[in-house]
């Protein structure tokens, strides 16, 4: 959605968990993108975490400083990494428009919806319509939500994704 020359990119980040070459597909996708110059070109394989991953290792290169990132190795944690990025956001979870998950299973984001006492009505899902599309899960739906109007410039959204190896990550957006 964004209008913006191939030739004006800095940095191309990969994110995927179905790699057509063992050693990565990122300088085939900078290729075939039609880039003149020479950028960065990394590739992350963290399956169902892989956006969010690639989305905290982006903004750090642009921003040069720590993102809101936190990673545990045991599931039942999750809940844990999204409190954990609301707090060095200086948020609580009344003050997140969205919640945004990985959509690996209902139960999963039920349970961590309940937990963290946030309203059905507030949570991005796709599930019923995709299944489990492991690191494309989050920009699907946040493509999605912005896409029908439900998320807006100046929400804020609380996004955690799971996956390989039981990696996670959460972190908090606010559309500008």
Sequence with gaps: MVDVDVDDLDLIFMCTSTPDNLFGDAPQVQRDLGYTKTPITCEI???CSGFMLGLFSVACYVRG????????????????????????????ASGI????LHQANQRIIDVVATRLEFPPKKVISNLENYGNTSAASIPL???????????????????AGFGAG?????TVIRLG
């Design 45 to 47: 394989r963290a399956a």
């Design 65 to 92: 400083d720590e993102l809101f990132l936190h990673c545990k190795v045991y599931l039942y944690k999750l809940q844990e990494s999204i409190e954990t990025a609301l707090k060095k956001a200086s948020l609580t």
């Design 97 to 100: 428009d969205w919640l945004l």
């Design 141 to 159: 739906e946040l493509d999605e939500a912005v896409r029908s109007g439900k998320v807006k410039q100046g929400h804020t959204i609380a996004a």
């Design 166 to 170: 039981l990696t996670w990550t959460s």
